[in-house]
């Protein structure tokens, strides 16, 4: 059974540059969620894909831009990149309202 | 007032004691509860879930909640040196409109000397 996965690995990007990410959920899961979580904070909420629509967004502008395709594997999308988009970026996957599980991230660094 | 809040620590316990993780949470109507462990550098990984008040116990992890006064903890028995790690605690606010609230805290740090 395969789990949550990411990719890429590690990305470094300069500031100005868009970067995409991507998640495949685990097997069955229909819900995709994304996280950003800078060194020493938790997990902070960016937003939620389900039936292939934005359900709820995290306190982050409009330069996080993400999509739900119809296999449930879904991108997230930063444009404009700052200093601070420097972090790891997770994805979780879910069933509706249940146990989410996180894939092993992407490093972002911006220099 | 945080929504998930917790000791950010470092919490250290010889190998062989009981460590005790504890969590407080804002939202009275939150349904589930998780707890996660990460390593440095790693992703956070499932290791509790609870849902109704009381005690759940899995090998040497038990999950204690209690929703009047918004807490659940997370004990560790026979702490061992790879218990070392970060341990979130989640809070699960249910699914409505097709949405799942999820909040974390910042994660308490455990250290268990050998």
């Known amino acids: 059974d395969a789990g949550v996965t990411q990719s890429p690995t590690h990305l470094i990007k300069t500031r100005g540059q868009q970067v995409t990410l991507r998640c495949s959920p685990k097997s069955g899961h229909d819900t995709v969620s994304w996280y950003q979580q800078a060194l020493g904070q938790g997990p902070q909420f960016i937003f939620q894909?389900?039936?292939?629509?934005?359900?709820q967004r995290g306190n982050f502008p409009d330069r996080f831009s993400g999509h739900q395709f119809p296999n449930y594997s879904s991108e997230l999308n930063v444009n404009a990149l700052l200093l601070g988009d420097s972090a790891l970026y997770l994805c979780?996957?879910?069933?509706?309202?249940?146990?989410?599980?996180f894939g092993p991230g992407t490093r972002l660094t911006v220099l | 007032q945080k929504e998930v809040e917790q000791n950010s620590g470092p919490l250290s316990v010889p190998e062989g004691a009981i460590a005790s993780l504890n969590c407080t949470y804002s939202d009275r109507v939150s349904q589930s509860f998780f707890w996660y462990r990460q390593y440095s550098g790693k992703s956070p990984e499932l290791i509790m879930s609870i849902y109704s008040n009381g005690d759940k116990e899995d090998g040497r992890f038990t999950a204690q909640l209690n929703k009047a006064s918004q807490y659940v903890s997370l004990l560790i028995r026979d702490s061992q040196p790879s218990d070392s790690a970060t341990y979130l605690c989640a809070v699960n606010g249910g699914w409505s409109g097709g949405y799942q609230k999820v909040t974390f805290g910042t994660g308490t740090k455990l250290q268990v000397i050998p």
């Open positions: 979780a996957s879910s069933l509706p309202g249940l146990e989410q599980f």
């Open positions: 894909y389900y039936e292939e629509e934005e359900r």
